[in-house]
């Protein structure tokens, strides 16, 4: 066997090993992204209104996954930023149909299911995007008892974090809402989720 085809079989086991490697280095990170998603605690019973009138219930978290968060509309501060991210994310995955989000009012006697319809015109939100209103003590329960995020002298007082929940209606993780580095960490465990099926 001459010289140029040592050389040709040595490079050629030498991509195939690294590709090996390679293939098994994004295998272990996948799987680690899987166990950073270990179930938290599931959804329970909830009723509140879309801005249309029609009802959403725990049932419409089924077989969707789902990012949560509380907003209110004359927020100043982290709401903005939330629902600018909440958007950007929408338009990340236009082309999933196995994606939903959910924003809830905090100040449900100020937004009107008008109101909510303004603001979400105003960030351009899809048919996938709902924007939920409901009896402030429903609210609090959802928020405090069912995703565990702190709901205290609302409206400002909720909580800026956003919830992934997975298709059978378990919380997965939270990611604070205003932080780039926690959305780009979202967008990835939402890619896992996806292809978990």
Same mark, same amino acid.
């Given at each position: 066997?001459? %010289?140029?085809?040592?050389?040709?079989?040595?490079?050629?086991?030498?991509?195939?090993?690294? $590709?090996? &490697?390679?293939?098994?280095?994004?295998?272990?990170?996948?799987?680690?992204?899987?166990?950073?998603?270990?179930?938290?605690?599931?959804?329970?019973?909830?009723?509140?209104?879309?801005?249309?009138?029609?009802?959403? %219930?725990?049932?419409?978290?089924?077989?969707?996954?789902?990012?949560?968060?509380?907003?209110? %509309?004359?927020?100043? $501060?982290?709401?903005?930023?939330?629902?600018?991210?909440?958007?950007?994310?929408?338009?990340?995955?236009?082309?999933?149909?196995?994606?939903?989000?959910?924003?809830?009012?905090?100040?449900?006697?100020?937004?009107?299911?008008?109101?909510?319809?303004?603001?979400?015109?105003?960030?351009?939100?899809?048919?996938?995007?709902?924007?939920? *209103?409901?009896?402030?003590?429903?609210?609090?329960?959802?928020?405090?008892?069912?995703?565990?995020?702190?709901?205290?002298?609302?409206?400002?007082?909720?909580?800026?974090?956003?919830?992934?929940?997975?298709?059978? *209606?378990? &919380?997965?993780?939270?990611?604070? $809402?205003?932080?780039?580095?926690? &959305?780009?960490?979202?967008?990835?465990?939402?890619?896992?989720?996806?292809?978990?099926?």
């Amino acid at each position: 066997m001459n %010289t140029i085809n040592k050389k040709l079989i040595i490079a050629f086991f030498s991509v195939l090993i690294l $590709g090996i &490697i390679g293939l098994f280095t994004i295998d272990q990170a996948t799987q680690s992204r899987i166990n950073n998603l270990s179930v938290i605690s599931e959804i329970p019973s909830f009723q509140l209104d879309n801005f249309d009138g029609t009802s959403f %219930t725990e049932k419409n978290l089924d077989n969707k996954i789902t990012v949560a968060s509380f907003i209110f %509309t004359q927020c100043e $501060g982290a709401c903005p930023i939330m629902s600018t991210n909440m958007g950007l994310l929408q338009k990340r995955f236009s082309d999933s149909d196995a994606l939903q989000f959910v924003s809830i009012t905090t100040d449900p006697d100020y937004d009107s299911s008008s109101v909510l319809k303004e603001f979400s015109d105003k960030y351009s939100s899809k048919n996938n995007w709902f924007f939920l *209103r409901g009896d402030i003590n429903d609210v609090v329960k959802l928020s405090e008892d069912g995703l565990f995020l702190s709901a205290s002298l609302l409206p400002a007082g909720h909580s800026t974090r956003l919830v992934l929940i997975d298709r059978d *209606r378990n &919380i997965r993780k939270y990611y604070e $809402g205003t932080v780039d580095a926690n &959305i780009v960490e979202l967008q990835k465990d939402i890619v896992t989720l996806i292809k978990q099926g």
